[in-house]
């Protein structure tokens, strides 16, 4: 198949290539485009054929359910059985923006789009390029983040466009994305709330709407004996194809111990790379040096995270760390990923 690219870039000629893209989704095609997270892979959420057709172009297992993505508040009405009164409270705080709710999904979503549960997750996002499309493709598009599964996510076309390309009928270009990680994911079916999967959005400002918010133990810890309840964060995501290893401890230590490593990995004819950050990035002595962003600007470290790791990949580097991120705040997430990433492999040094 021969994708076809469509740049829209906040020019007026982004109208007609996204009414051209919509009606791909409306015919049951695949087209991916940016939202405000990362770029998704879209495809109309009411169709079981469109939906087969993302779970084939990801390679993605069929258990792990996806996301419809809505245009207008008050489509939420439309594909679920109920919708709290809470649902309604953060649905008014934070939509449209980085948040995914699940709830009990009604006869118009066929299973294959929710993996056979009997729930399904929301959201409304609030890319411009999103929105116009999700309203030209139908109002509901099912858009799980347009990588092959496991890799990292996308945040700009060209890393769409190394998984996708030739694939799906169409990429919309819409520049680099702002957030850079994917939405928090709160389930609104239990009580109280229980974030499933953290993002921008987090537990403090879900609190501030919500009072009590539960987290899934499974977010930060292995070993609990539990499966995540988002079904698809039991899998290793976002991974980079070399080793990952997050390294924990005082900057000097951190520094010392990447570089010791990398010494002897050079020695051995293995390329490695690690994730510093701007403070510290002219320290390291690894092959392939990537700052994420600057610790005072935790934004930006969630925003480059993901292209880092595909850096990592182009470099063919095998031996990869990362300083480690546990800021609070959105830090939250970043540290979520990257424990993904990296198979929970940390040292503590
Ligand atoms: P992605 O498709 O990469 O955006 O990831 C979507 C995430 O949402 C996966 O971890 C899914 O398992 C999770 N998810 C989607 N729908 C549901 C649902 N109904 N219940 C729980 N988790 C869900
Ligand atoms: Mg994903």
Excluded at 24 to 34: C, D, R, S, W
Excluded at 118 to 131: E, G, K, L, N
Excluded at 154 to 168: F, K, S
Excluded at 203 to 232: I, N, S
Aim: hydrophobic share 35%; with cysteine.
């Amino acid at each position: 198949m021969e994708t076809i690219y469509l740049e829209c870039k906040g020019t007026c000629e982004d109208e007609e290539k996204l009414v051209f893209a919509g009606e791909i989704l409306k015919n049951g095609g695949l087209v991916a485009f940016p939202t405000e997270t990362v770029y998704g892979l879209g495809g109309d959420a009411l169709n079981r054929e469109s939906s087969h057709k993302i779970y084939a172009a990801k390679g993605r297992p069929s258990d792990n359910p996806l996301i419809v993505h809505i245009a207008r508040w008050e489509d939420i009405y439309k594909i679920t059985r109920e919708v709290p009164k809470e649902a309604e409270l953060v649905a008014r705080a934070f939509w449209p923006g980085p948040l995914t709710m699940i709830l009990y999904k009604n006869e118009k979503v066929p299973y294959e789009t929710t993996g056979g549960l009997d729930t399904v997750a929301v959201r409304f996002p609030s890319h411009q390029v999103a929105r116009q499309l999700i309203e030209l493709g139908g109002g509901f598009v099912a858009a799980p983040s347009a990588n092959t599964s496991g890799r990292p996510s996308p945040t700009n076309a060209r890393d769409v466009a190394e998984d996708m390309n030739g694939v799906i009928e169409a990429i919309i270009d819409g520049g680099e994305v702002g957030i850079g990680i994917e939405s928090t994911i709160l389930d609104m079916t239990v009580s109280p709330p229980q974030i499933l999967r953290p993002g921008y959005i987090t537990r403090e400002m879900l609190e501030e709407v919500l009072g009590q918010v539960d987290q899934d133990v499974t977010m930060f810890e292995t070993g609990t004996g539990q499966a995540p309840k988002a079904p698809g964060m039991k899998y290793r995501h976002y991974a980079p194809k070399g080793k990952l290893v997050i390294v924990k401890g005082d900057r000097q230590a951190v520094v010392d111990y990447v570089n010791r490593q990398s010494e002897e990995a050079r020695r051995k004819g293995v390329k490695t790379g690690v994730i510093a950050t701007r403070e510290t990035e002219t320290l390291y002595h690894s092959d392939v040096v990537l700052s994420a962003g600057s610790r005072q600007d935790e934004d930006s470290i969630a925003r480059h995270l993901y292209s880092c790791l595909r850096e990592f990949d182009r470099q063919e580097a095998k031996l990869l760390f990362s300083e480690s991120f546990e800021a609070p705040g959105i830090g939250m997430a970043v540290m979520n990923r990257l424990l993904k990433a990296a198979g929970h492999q940390v040292v503590e040094v």
